[in-house]
C-alpha cells in the first residue's frame, strides 16, 4: 500500500488559499476602482453643470 504524500496536499492546499486570496483582492480591487470612476464621474458632471 502505498503512504499518503502529505507534503503534495498540503502544497495544494496552499496553492488552492493563495488562489482564493487572489480573487478577493481582484474583487476588492474592481470595486475600489468603480467607486473611484463613479466619484470621479460625478465631479466632472459637476463642473460642467456650474
Known sequence: ???PNYSFE???REIA???KKDE???R???AR???RGTTSGED???KDQD
Do not use: F, T, V
Open 10 to 12: 498540503k502544497r495544494q
Open 44 to 46: 466632472a458632471e459637476r
Open 24 to 26: 478577493k483582492d481582484a
Open 1 to 3: 500500500m502505498a503512504k
Open 28 to 30: 476588492k480591487r474592481e
Open 17 to 19: 488559499k493563495k488562489k
Open 33 to 35: 476602482e468603480a467607486a
